[in-house]
């Protein structure tokens, strides 16, 4: 009787043991597919509020800005009324703007600057009577050297 007992209480802890590493088997898989599903969102959202948009043909307007600075410059005006003329010959066009940066310095602050560059030019356009949905801005590049000082701290418009 005793044997039956302890035969019964082995196979007893073997199946509990088995049914505790399958639920622990469960568990762990969940997390990690939760975990994986997590990473991959931000990612997702990232691309879907940004799609890349290629440049197509030469810059109607090119506007250069002093070192770390992103106050549109003298004669900024007559570059906001080009691209306002340009776009009302044939409104369905977009307007597209990038902004660059050298290589100089921290990235990270270079490329906050090209974009506040970008974003003071798109606000000029906004006000100029621009619809802000038929405007575009592509994330901030890097001018790679060879080039003179001005020219990486430019801003580029393409109307497309």
Do not use: C
Not at 70 to 93: C, H, I, N, Y
Not at 119 to 140: C, S, T, Y
């Amino acid at each position: 009787m005793q044997q039956d007992d302890d035969n019964q209480n082995l196979v007893l802890g073997i199946l509990f043991g088995i049914i505790a590493l399958v639920i622990g088997l469960v568990i762990g898989l969940t997390v990690y597919v939760t975990g994986q599903t997590a990473q991959a969102k931000p990612a997702a959202a990232a691309t879907a509020e940004a799609p890349e948009i290629a440049e197509i043909g030469e810059a109607l307007v090119k506007l250069y800005f002093d070192s770390g600075k992103s106050e549109l410059p003298a004669g900024a005006a007559d570059e906001v009324a080009k691209v306002v003329a340009k776009l009302q010959e044939d409104s369905t066009r977009i307007v597209l703007i990038s902004g660059y940066h050298d290589e100089t310095g921290g990235a990270a602050v270079n490329a906050e600057v090209a974009k506040a560059r970008a974003l003071a030019l798109k606000d000029a356009l906004v006000a100029a009577g621009i619809p802000a949905d038929k405007i575009a801005l592509r994330k901030p590049a890097v001018t790679l050297g060879g080039t003179e000082g001005a020219e990486a701290r430019r801003v580029e418009v393409r109307v497309q």
